[in-house]
């Protein structure tokens, strides 16, 4: 593996380059990163040809909630900027709870600007089942039990790009670590609260991390509750509610800033430390091309 950067980060291209190997024979294929385009374009002729099945893309992933469909392909052979398509690269200076410092970006062609972002090489995770049990798995640090996402966004999950704008070359949108809990939200009963609804009724809580409960004001006995969903209702505010159900909150937590020129990307991202929320790390993207399937 050549390497054209200071520090080679050589574990995290083992991990990505071992992923899009291991899907080779579907017609993935990755890009290394610091290839040139046209490096890249070579490596990509050379696994699958023109005409070639299959697509840049992540096995089994979803695009924006856990059971959309996957992201769109990129264009084929493209020889000068066009935004759409998969663009694979790095954060510098943060390690996602994965161990990698990879991010995805997954752009739709069509009118509009609109597309997903993945943080690190995780699972996707999967769709919730218990309203009461904590997820996705691992969002907890097991010393503590205290929420994990201040150290950034949930690693394998797609987040929707919100408020994008594009001038041509320059893209800026936001994302919401609260969208990954979509699917556990949906689980949730909205309850009216003081700022209109909440997946808990607010009667305050009590008790321990292990041992939680409110109080019903009606009958003034304690009402067991999950710990979990105590938190993530009241002091993480996950979900947003009406009287119809709930949903993961897309209130932005996250803001990013590229610029784009042929295959390359630069630019920034923020939000990914809440004791710092408005330091910028620079983000590099280059651009995953396929050959148009049969």
């Not at 600007?113 to 097991?142: C, H, K, M, W």
């Not at 800033?257 to 630069?266: G, I, N, Q, T, V």
Request: one cysteine or more.
């Amino acid at each position: 593996m050549i390497c054209l950067m200071s520090g080679c980060r050589l574990g995290s291209w083992l991990i990505a380059a071992t992923l899009w190997l291991a899907l080779a024979c579907g017609g993935r294929v990755a890009v290394e990163r610091g290839q040139s385009a046209s490096a890249g374009r070579s490596a990509i002729d050379g696994a699958g040809g023109a005409g070639a099945a299959g697509s840049i893309g992540i096995a089994g992933s979803g695009a924006g909630r856990a059971d959309a469909d996957p992201p769109p392909l990129g264009e084929a052979g493209a020889t000068s900027f066009v935004l759409s398509g998969l663009w694979f690269g790095y954060l510098e200076e943060f390690t996602f709870r994965d161990g990698t410092d990879d991010v995805w970006l997954s752009v739709g062609g069509g009118g509009g600007v609109s597309g997903q972002i993945r943080f690190g090489n995780s699972p996707v995770p999967p769709l919730a089942t218990d309203a009461e049990a904590i997820y996705p798995p691992g969002v907890t640090n097991p010393s503590s039990d205290s929420l994990a996402l201040a150290e950034g966004p949930y690693t394998g999950a797609w987040f929707t790009l919100l408020n994008p704008e594009f001038d041509g070359q320059h893209l800026q949108f936001d994302i919401s670590r609260n969208e990954v809990f979509d699917s556990w939200c949906k689980l949730q009963t909205p309850y009216v609260s003081r700022d209109g609804y909440s997946c808990m009724p607010d009667w305050g809580s009590f008790g321990t991390a292990d041992d939680c409960s409110q109080q019903d004001p009606t009958t003034l006995k304690l009402v067991p509750r999950s710990c979990f969903q105590l938190a993530m209702c009241y002091d993480w505010h996950a979900c947003s509610c009406d009287g119809s159900g709930c949903t993961g909150s897309l209130k932005p937590t996250g803001h990013f800033d590229l610029s784009f020129e042929d295959l390359e990307a630069d630019g920034s991202g923020a939000g990914f430390d809440d004791r710092l929320p408005k330091y910028k790390h620079h983000l590099h993207l280059t651009k995953l091309q396929a050959d148009s399937p049969r």
